[in-house]
Each structure stands twice: as C-alpha cells, then as structure tokens.
C-alpha cells in the first residue's frame, strides 16, 4: 500500500506542549534559535513513531521483495535477474508470509531509524495534551508564532 501524499496543513498556529522537564530546550529555542527533533523511537506515543506493516499476501510480499530486490541490482544480467526473482518467489511460497514478516518490519524500522519528527498541535487549550506532555498541566505549551521568529517562515 503506498504512503498517502502529506497535505498542506490549514491550522493558523501550531502548539508545542512539554513538560518543565524540558526547558532546556525551550530556552534552546528561543536563545539560541535551536530545536531538539527526536528520532522516531524517542517519541512518547508509540503510535507516533515507527510504523505498524500490515501482513501481505504471498504474491504482494513476493512482489515487494523481488521489486526491491531488482532496484538495488540494476547492474544485473536479464538472466541472473530472472533467477533472483524464482529464488525470492520460492523463499516465500516456502517459508510462508508469517515467517518473513518481522525481517521486512525490521527492515522498515532500520531504514526509518534516522527519521525525526517535532510533534505539534492545532490548538493549546487540550486538556489531554496538558496532562500527557505537559506534565499534568505544570509545564508549557510553545506557540508556532514564536517559532515563526525563530526559524523563518518555514514554519
């Protein structure tokens, strides 16, 4: 399934919120015009971060696989190609979907593992999000405008 295109976002402003913990940063960011971007496994909501694979079919694994595999060789004879592809097909048949489906999400995680991400909201007065990243509301909820001052207009 292929990701979904990312959209222009409509919001005004974006909100920050974190914990008191976590001031050094704040004053990174407004002193020193630096922000901290975590890798994607340092994110605290595990739905944020590295992705869940769906299981595939044996003919979309074997797919997959084979197209994959045909990119990172183009250097391959027609001959050695078609052979690759009858070693990757029979693999799967043999092996099953269930049986390789940890080596491709292990494979997805390491390729993302350098992804970073600055997770942001549309407003600032959630309760949850107080609670959850704030600290239980002790901490601070940044707003994109100062982030707009900070870093130019590409936020």
């Known amino acids: 399934m292929p990701l979904p295109i990312p959209q222009q976002s409509t919001a005004s402003h974006f909100y920050k919120y974190s914990s008191p913990a976590n001031l050094g940063w704040l004053k990174d960011i407004?002193?020193?015009?630096?922000?901290?971007?975590?890798?994607?496994?340092?994110?605290?909501?595990?739905?944020?971060?590295?992705?869940?694979?769906?299981?595939q079919s044996e003919q979309e694994m074997a797919d997959f696989l084979w197209s994959k595999f045909s990119e990172r060789n183009p250097k391959m004879s027609p001959q050695e190609l078609e052979h690759e592809e009858k070693v990757i097909r029979f693999n799967v048949r043999s092996h099953g979907t269930a049986a390789l489906h940890p080596s491709i999400v292990q494979l997805l995680d390491s390729e993302l593992k350098d992804f970073?991400?600055?997770?942001?909201?549309?407003?600032?007065?959630?309760?949850?999000?107080?609670?959850l990243y704030a600290d239980g509301h002790r901490g601070y909820c940044l707003a994109s405008s100062l982030l707009k001052k900070a870093f130019g207009s590409s936020f």
């Open 30 to 55: 407004l002193h020193k015009h630096e922000i901290y971007l975590p890798n994607l496994t340092q994110l605290n909501d595990a739905n944020d971060g590295l992705p869940r694979l769906a299981m």
């Open 116 to 131: 970073r991400a600055y997770s942001m909201a549309k407003r600032y007065d959630m309760g949850n999000l107080w609670a």
